[in-house]
């Protein structure tokens, strides 16, 4: 006697619907661009009834705010992934850094987090979301290297190097030597922590 499939739950129907609508969202704003992709072509690639879009979002800049929130933190679960507690701060970093570009290989990436995010939602935002989904391990990791600096200069290192990052992955999406830009961010680095001890004591971050 033929079994009859089990029936979904829900709460299964609804995370299916929801998955279903960031998978449409993110394939059309990277297609086609936030500004010219409209709420009927995502439920039509979603399958499903624009009243169900309305469920789960309040409109179309809500689902793109989810849609580049899960991107964002894709990101940062691969860099703290990368990063061994064992490995010196330095290394740390270089290990991070090459876990970024890895990280925004992933075609379409760099339009919905560098274009954009920022052009939709606006810098803070994007900079809330960044703390929100793991981007503080920039943070942590120079802090570590440099010991008595202040929180207030550490952090505006933070930024300063974080569009650096953003500028390089920015560059190899365009089609830009990914080798190159990323051994120049290990001259960087380098230039900037090699001498990590020193740069630890008298709070200068080279």
Known sequence: MQQKPARRSNRERTEETRSALLAAGRTLFIEKGYA??????IVKAANVTRGALYHHFRDKEDLFRAVVRQEARAVGEEIEASVTETIAPLEALKDGSAAYFNAMAIPGRARLLLLDGPAVLGPEEMSRIDRETGGGSLLEGLAAL??????????????MLSAAFDRAALAI??????TEYEAAMGILLEGLFGTGENASSNGNPG
Request: proline share 4%.
């Open 36 to 41: 010219e992709t409209g709420t009927p072509e």
């Open 146 to 159: 440099r010991g008595n600096a202040s929180d207030q200069e550490t952090r505006a290192l933070a930024d």
């Open 173 to 178: 999406a365009f089609g830009e030597s990914r």
